[in-house]
């Protein structure tokens, strides 16, 4: 099975500062990998993912996350954060088919803007 | 607007008690499924469906119960609410468990057991 580790459950940045919110996942067989959002109150929405091909994906609001198979990473990244960024975040991992259809979310990384 | 719609928001309930949380969405995915959510404990999955018909125990099963009689709905049941269930609650679908075009999130439901 795999495990999903969000090493920094909280993470303070200055508007406009950059910021990397990091993501590891233990098993370095086939997967699918993702980024999830969630504002204040709300549901879950997908952020960005990871299937296959370039190993650097985007977000429609300036987000980005590189594929690191060495690694067994999936950081995601934004070079200069708004206040409306303000949220919890979640990285997700799942298996292909190949490897057993499960899927796994992180624990979260609470991410503030500071005025 | 095409989405998961979960009932009730708000939920106070008595130790002992039982109620149901609904869910349904109307994009006909096949995958649906119940997490709750805890501080620093990230999405725990109790439940999950492949199907009409086809449920499965997820992380945290013990304490709930549910149901997949049609694609739409996915009801989690508390058979006897305890304190330990305080929780917000979240159901989601896919096309699939992979959940490669993503997965659709409700808003939520915040369960307090006193």
């Known amino acids: 099975a795999q495990s999903v580790t969000q090493l920094d459950s909280q993470v303070p940045v200055f508007e406009e500062a950059p910021v990397e919110l990091r993501c590891n996942y233990s098993?370095?067989?086939?997967?699918?990998l993702f980024w999830y959002v969630q504002y204040p109150n709300q549901g879950l929405q997908l952020l960005l993912k990871y299937l296959s091909g370039s190993t650097l994906v985007e977000s429609i609001n300036g987000f980005e996350a590189e594929f690191n198979k060495s690694q067994t990473s999936f950081h995601l990244r934004k070079p200069s954060v708004h206040i409306s960024d303000t949220a919890e975040y979640f990285c997700?991992?799942?298996?292909?088919?190949?490897?057993?259809?499960?899927?796994?979310f992180g624990t979260g990384t609470s991410l503030t803007v500071i005025p | 607007n095409a989405g998961v719609t979960q009932t009730p928001k708000f939920q106070v309930l008595k130790t002992g008690q039982s109620m149901t949380l609904q869910c349904a969405q109307d994009?006909?995915?096949?995958?649906m499924s119940w997490y709750r959510q805890d501080p620093g404990m990230g999405l725990r999955l109790i439940h999950y469906s492949v199907g009409a018909g086809i449920t499965d125990q997820g992380e945290v099963p013990n304490g709930y119960n549910v149901s997949r009689s049609t694609t739409e709905d996915f009801p989690l049941r508390l058979l006897s609410a305890a304190p330990s269930q305080t929780s917000v609650y979240f159901c989601a679908s896919s096309y699939s468990r992979q959940g490669i075009y993503g997965y659709t999130f409700g808003s939520g439901t915040r369960l307090t057991v006193v």
């Open positions: 098993s370095s067989v086939s997967v699918y």
């Open positions: 997700a991992v799942s298996d292909t088919p190949n490897t057993g259809n499960q899927f796994y």
């Open positions: 994009m006909n995915h096949e995958y």
